[in-house]
């Protein structure tokens, strides 16, 4: 089987990408600086500013980098079959919602306004795009057939637990606490699948 070669070109931008992810969610928009992300990565401020014109396009670049690096990770976590609706549920929902949770730097709280103002088409494209994996997920399991009885419909289960994913994230104290909310959420919604008939 061959194996694939990743361009190093790529690799060095992906790279940087990676750094200014972590960069942002130190610092937040406001104080993270271009020579900080440019150290972080590696790299000098005039090579950085060569592949992004300014802070705002690099931001833009690196939220979407991170938003498809989680939906990929949450789509490979409800592919998992094996695991079952639930565990699905939860992994997805933690590689969407919990990776930052309680790792973000204190002045990291214009993040979410940043994300909005600069890239908010973006961020509701990858949102749309989670959700629709969560109600396929959904109507394709057991739990759909209940929907289907029940005058419930999967695209408004998976919002509901988007929305319950979202509120966690902001109000858990770490990741671990936000992983146990979302089990009880996701059992909460896989629970007319245990009942016994």
């Not at 090579?47 to 939906?71: I, M, P, V």
């Not at 079959?81 to 590689?95: K, S, V």
């Not at 994996?133 to 637990?161: F, M, Q």
Request: a neutral charge.
């Amino acid at each position: 089987m061959p194996v694939a070669v990743v361009d190093r070109t790529d690799a060095r931008h992906l790279a940087v990408l990676d750094a200014a992810v972590g960069v942002f969610a130190r610092y937040g928009f406001r104080k993270a600086s271009m020579d900080e992300v440019a150290r972080a990565a590696g790299v000098s401020r005039q090579g950085l500013y060569l592949q992004f014109a300014n802070k705002e396009e690099l931001f833009r670049r690196a939220l979407e980098h991170c938003l498809n690096t989680q939906l990929t990770e949450a789509l490979l976590a409800l592919a998992r079959i094996e695991d079952g609706l639930e565990a699905r549920l939860i992994a997805a929902c933690d590689a969407w919602s919990g990776r930052f949770v309680g790792s973000l730097g204190a002045d990291a709280s214009d993040l979410m306004c940043a994300s909005t103002s600069l890239a908010g088409t973006t961020l509701i494209r990858y949102e749309s795009q989670f959700e629709a994996a969560v109600a396929r997920a959904i109507a394709d399991s057991p739990l759909g057939g209940y929907c289907d009885k029940s005058d419930l419909c999967p695209k408004e289960l998976a919002r509901t637990l988007h929305a319950t994913a979202r509120g966690l994230k902001h109000s858990c104290a770490s990741r671990e606490e936000f992983v146990r909310g979302m089990a009880v959420a996701a059992r909460m919604f896989c629970a007319p699948l245990n009942q016994r008939g």
